[in-house]
């Protein structure tokens, strides 16, 4: 059985930055990806980017290429997502997801999500 | 402003069908396959429909997909309380070479 946990709850003042852990178990994930997706207040699901651990490389949404930084400690199933510059619309639960690598896939297991809140 | 366009709510009472549409453009959905998640309140999305209208292990046979040329659509059929929450359309876009998803739509059961 695949799990994602997540780490906790963050709150940032606007321009630091914050760092959200995602551990992975009970599954493979050298062909997977994982993706990173946030849900901001009323809002909908938005795409950051994802690890792709076959190849060691990164990948990101347009709209956060240079703010976002997405790693992985692969000896142990830990991936990363750094964001920086933080703005108060940044404020949002933010989730790591795996799916496969091609387009044909899909996110096939989530965790549980984690808050941040940027306000000064 | 979400890539894909949803409808922001739809409802329907229980035992009824209802249709949840999804579009887009040459570069997303005419490309590649559509997903569709459920989220519902202080959980995690789940997925309902992989690869335009495949059911994964576990998802009821009452939700259905389907897809046309830009557009897809989600079907539920024998609505059910237990239904109510958001769903998402979702697909890789190829002009913007990453994951994209709709506004999403709030599913109310009368």
């Known amino acids: 059985q695949v799990q994602l946990v997540q780490s906790g709850a963050e709150v940032r003042k606007p321009g630091s930055s914050v760092r959200v852990s995602c551990k992975a178990s009970g599954g493979t994930f050298d062909s997977y990806t994982i993706n990173w997706v946030r849900q901001a207040p009323g809002q909908g699901l938005e795409w950051l980017g994802r690890?792709?651990?076959?190849?060691?490389?990164?990948q990101y949404a347009q709209n956060f290429e240079g703010r976002v930084t997405i790693s992985a400690d692969q000896s142990t199933h830990t991936f990363f997502m750094e964001m920086t510059s933080l703005r108060s619309d940044d404020t949002a639960i933010y989730f790591c997801a795996r799916s496969g690598v091609g387009r044909t896939y899909w996110f096939d297991s989530w965790g549980q999500g984690a808050l941040v809140t940027v306000s000064s | 402003q979400s890539v894909l366009t949803q409808p922001p709510s739809a409802s329907g009472t229980p035992g009824q069908r209802v249709t949840i549409s999804c579009s887009g453009s040459a570069s997303n959905i005419r490309a590649n396959t559509v997903n569709w998640y459920q989220h519902l309140p202080g959980t995690a999305p789940k997925i309902i429909i992989c690869?335009?209208?495949q059911r994964p292990s576990g998802v009821p046979g009452r939700f259905s997909g389907s897809k046309s040329d830009t557009s897809a659509s989600l079907a539920i059929s024998g609505l059910q309380s237990e239904d109510e929450g958001d769903y998402y359309c979702s697909t890789w876009d190829d002009s913007l070479n990453g994951w994209v998803f709709g506004g999403g739509t709030k599913l109310t059961v009368l």
């Open positions: 690890f792709i651990p076959v190849f060691g490389t990164s």
């Open positions: 690869r335009d209208d």
